[in-house]
């Protein structure tokens, strides 16, 4: 077997594409079709070359090997869901891909050269291997050599191909505005299943991120094949299971209303669609996205700030003494950034008006912002702002000076959604007034953080003649020029940190987090029901971006009353930040929240730095418990908790995982002497853990014991 992350295998013509713990193979058949081989734990690709014979079953399914072609067009007999799909200036709608040669790029990167047998249309198709991760980054590259536009149906980044299961298991998750990231487990039976977004961003319906087993896989064994596509615009994943067995998982860019013309000269690259295998089940698949995510997709590795939000507080009756009043109740509880929610700028008295004029209210703040800016610094906090550059009132001096700008066909009237529409951010003069007021804000006052919202999906995606002429994709310039924004934002101003905020959890995916800090995860600050949404979050993103809130209680979404300690052990297990309005808190609540900040700062790095374990779910039983383990392997924290009393107490165990089966660990519960257990012990009989009464939680801290020598 080879070490090397690429390895060619010329006369069986066959790639492997080698990871700490997987192969990857993939080889040209007689046909000069590039085909899928095999995807799992390491083998002998030597002796593969068997597995390239290409089969026929009848007329009807003639070439059954397309079935699982590495990248596939729309074209002869091949009628799977397609890599691409292209109609040529001539009419001809049939594509026949073959494989040209191949290039290494990169010690770790691959590109296979495809091109059509008789129209000038070149695709690439990129492979970039982490091997400490087991993951294989992959995107296309079509270029149209032509002297005409070609006109791109459909694009895809990627397609995966799970081979020789009994049965395929799908996981994914779901959910609704306030409801994002419910898991969902589905066998597969032979068809299509589609998880996408036509809204315009990601969405909170569903998440490009995906999980295939055997049916299996829990969350410390099982074979577990994943994926993650980066792109915050319109997407599809498309899981489809043959009468053959196999399962082709084909996502990208989604072809609904997504056609656009390539011209003459131009390459379109295609966002990055993540792939991996683990043989460690759904935990293990979780801390290799995490640390992915940590090492190649995030902009820095900055701790998440303990920060306050004035939102929930004030909503749009923003007052600089206002402000001030809940910024010096925020630094008694030792928050470290004050972040000014909507209602700031404009004639923002609601969300009726002043979206879009991005000009701080005099009234509300008569010496402009920086008095209160002052105030928080001199209060030993950063200062943050709330905007939502992609949107405007009708009501807006901005939107009565450039109703053009606005997403509209000339016929319709726009559909206002939470009064307000969606400015075209493809349009070169949008795309330069959002970057110039973005500048003008971040230049003229000592910010520090910047929540980047937005609250409402696009509809009318109608755009300017010469856009529309030029057959550009509106759904995909948004997204680009975005990106651009953001990427040029973070050029100017590298101190400033960002959130990606729509509506919740709306915008979050591995294309915005290579921009963002932290992710908004959802609108719902119930501390029960961010178990479950926290919870299907992290299957696909790491806790180092995700952001929660201690706010009131009752909670105002479900009239849940929650003991303060529940509230916040729930918010300690991302970033933390606080919501509530803590002008009505008393002197007692203030004490014991200061007391929740002072311990979040002391584990924080074991919290965004450190790995998870899922050890117990809601989703099965009354009890839930989460163990972090720091990046030293010194340190664990647990976090415990419990749905509801039946039947009396009784002491439970919880194996925990990840830990040194030979050392000893100092367990340090709240309010308790601390006492000695083995690591095995923790393992294999599990610490001794017990809740009483309803909504009740504990967090347990583990310390390794260092030997004398």
């Not at 200036?89 to 059509?116: C, F, M, P, Q």
């Not at 507080?313 to 925020?330: D, H």
């Not at 050029?491 to 709306?506: D, I, K, N, S, Y």
């Not at 929240?593 to 374990?613: Q, W």
Request: charged share 25%; aromatic share 12%; glycine share 10%.
């Amino acid at each position: 077997m080879t070490s090397l992350p690429i390895t060619y295998l010329e006369q069986s013509r066959i790639f492997e594409l080698r990871t700490n713990r997987t192969s990857y193979l993939l080889g040209v058949n007689d046909a000069g079709t590039v085909q899928h081989i095999y995807w799992g734990q390491p083998v002998e690709a030597s002796e593969c070359a068997p597995m390239l014979k290409r089969r026929h079953h009848s007329s009807f399914d003639a070439d059954v090997n397309r079935e699982s072609e590495e990248y596939g067009g729309w074209g002869g007999s091949n009628y799977a869901e397609p890599g691409l799909k292209v109609t040529f200036n001539d009419g001809v709608r049939d594509l026949k891909l073959t494989y040209k040669g191949y290039s290494l790029d990169k010690e770790n990167e691959l590109v296979i050269h495809l091109a059509d047998v008789y129209y000038s249309l070149r695709v690439d198709i990129h492979y970039k291997v982490i091997p400490e991760y087991d993951l294989i980054e992959r995107y296309a590259a079509v270029s149209n050599d032509e002297n005409h536009p070609i006109r791109v149906e459909q694009v895809m980044a990627a397609v995966w191909t799970v081979q020789a299961q009994q049965q395929y298991r799908l996981t994914h998750v779901t959910g609704r505005w306030a409801g994002e990231y419910q898991l969902r487990k589905e066998i597969l039976t032979e068809g299509k299943k589609v998880l996408e977004s036509r809204r315009g961003f990601t969405g909170p319906h569903a998440n490009p991120w995906f999980a295939m087993d055997n049916g299996k896989a829990d969350e410390t064994s099982g074979r577990v094949w994943f994926g993650a596509l980066g792109w915050s615009g319109n997407w599809k994943i498309v899981a489809e299971k043959t009468t053959f067995g196999h399962v082709r998982i084909v996502g990208g860019i989604n072809d609904f209303d997504g056609s656009f013309l390539l011209k003459p000269g131009e390459t379109y690259t295609s966002p990055v669609f993540t792939g991996g295998f683990t043989s460690g089940g759904f935990g293990e698949m979780s801390r290799l996205l995490h640390r992915y995510e940590g090492d190649y997709i995030l902009p820095t590795r900055k701790l998440r700030k303990v920060l306050y939000n004035s939102w929930e507080a004030t909503e749009f009756a923003v007052s600089v003494e206002g402000q001030k009043e809940l910024a010096r109740q925020a630094a008694k509880l030792g928050v470290e950034r004050f972040v000014v929610d909507d209602g700031w700028f404009g004639a923002r008295n609601s969300d009726r008006a002043g979206l879009g004029d991005w000009q701080v209210n005099v009234e509300k703040f008569p010496n402009g912002l920086k008095e209160l800016i002052d105030e928080v610094k001199g209060l030993g906090m950063e200062f943050g702002i709330w905007v939502e550059p992609e949107s405007v009132n009708p009501d807006s001096r901005l939107f009565r000076e450039h109703p053009e700008w606005v997403y509209q066909f000339p016929t319709r009237e726009g559909t206002q959604l939470r009064n307000q529409l969606l400015l075209n951010l493809g349009l070169a003069e949008v795309k330069a007034f959002v970057l110039d007021f973005m500048t003008e804000l971040l230049s003229s006052y000592d910010i520090s953080f910047i929540k980047w919202d937005m609250n409402r999906t696009v509809t009318e995606p109608g755009t300017s003649p010469l856009l529309q002429q030029a057959g550009e994709s509106i759904w995909i310039r948004h997204v680009e020029h975005l990106y651009e924004i953001w990427a040029e934002l973070r050029r100017r101003f590298p101190h400033v940190e960002f959130e990606t905020c729509a509506g919740g959890g709306a915008r979050i995916d591995l294309g915005i987090l290579r921009y963002a800090d932290q992710a908004w995860i959802s609108d719902n600050t119930d501390a029960r029901d961010r178990l479950a949404i926290q919870e299907g979050f992290t299957y696909a993103y790491s806790p180092a971006v995700m952001m929660c809130w201690v706010t009131e209680s009752p909670h105002g979404f479900n009239g849940r009353s929650l003991p303060m300690s529940y509230r916040f052990h729930s918010s300690m297990m991302g970033g933390l930040g606080i919501g509530a309005n803590i002008r009505n808190w008393s002197d007692e609540q203030l004490a014991e929240a200061g007391e929740y900040v002072e311990l979040y700062k002391a584990i924080r790095p074991t919290i965004l730095h450190g790995s998870l374990y899922r050890l117990e779910s809601l989703e099965h039983g009354n009890m839930a418990a989460y163990q972090y383990l720091s990046q030293d392997l010194q340190e664990a924290v647990v976090f415990t908790f419990l749905q509801s009393q039946h039947f009396g107490s009784e002491e439970r165990y919880l194996l925990l995982q990840g830990l040194d089966a030979k050392a000893s660990y100092e367990v340090q519960e709240t309010d308790k002497e601390p006492i000695i257990l083995h690591g095995s012990n923790l393992m294999n009989i599990g610490l001794p853990v017990l809740l009483r009464g309803d909504y009740s939680s504990k967090l347990i801290r583990l310390k390794r014991i260092i030997e004398a020598s």
